[in-house]
């Protein structure tokens, strides 16, 4: 049986008395690359950011390797967030640090490892996500696509079991956006990494995800769950066919 690493309970997410979505349950399994879509404004990073723990819940909770994200604190909480990996979606490198000084940065928060180690670990971690030749260059040195993948990079340097990846391929170009695609799925069958992905990419969707949950801001929570193939050539839902198909609603 599937061994859930994400559960997600009766989440509702609202600021200033208006609710972006509620009622969202879901399950993310051990592994998988779980996609999280749907059109603008629907509350795609909004619910990301509940799934890390910078957003409260209105109601509702968000259990992360079996523990309530937002019911700890202190080191409990630390602990926990140590176990996770985020890659933001400009990839949020520091410009003034070289890719292996960027992906070092974890190591230095979070470990006693000495600097030979961390260098060595940093340098693996690029040379996972193809970027051994440019450890030594600085973030405006190199293409958006090379910025994401250091992104993914430093996301990984505590070996966390599960990575959140907020819109990954915006702004790519198509083949750049492919590359990624491909990356993410190699990463997650090789290393055994859950991923947790942002998007509403359709090509990228139908690219990676084993499962996704699609919302909608209309509906104000989710309106679609499963094999996203699946619900490109079976759902019933009009909103969901429109979304897959690029069809523009009535």
Known sequence: MAEPVVQVRGLKAAFDGRTVFENVSFEVNRGEVFVILGGSGCGKSTLLKHLIGLYEPAAGQVLVLGQ????LDGEARQALLRQIGVMWQ?????GSASLAENVMVPLEQHTTLPAEARALVARAKLGLVGLSDAAARLPAEISGGMAKRAGIARAMALDPPVLFLDEPSAGLDPITSAGLDALIVQLARDLGTTFVVVTHELQSILAIGDRCIMLDKEAKGMI??????ALRDQSDNPTVRAFFRREVMA
Do not use: K, M, T, Y
């Open 68 to 71: 309530d994200i937002h019911a």
């Open 90 to 94: 400009s990839g949020a490198l520091f």
């Open 224 to 229: 679609a769950e499963g094999d996203p193939r």
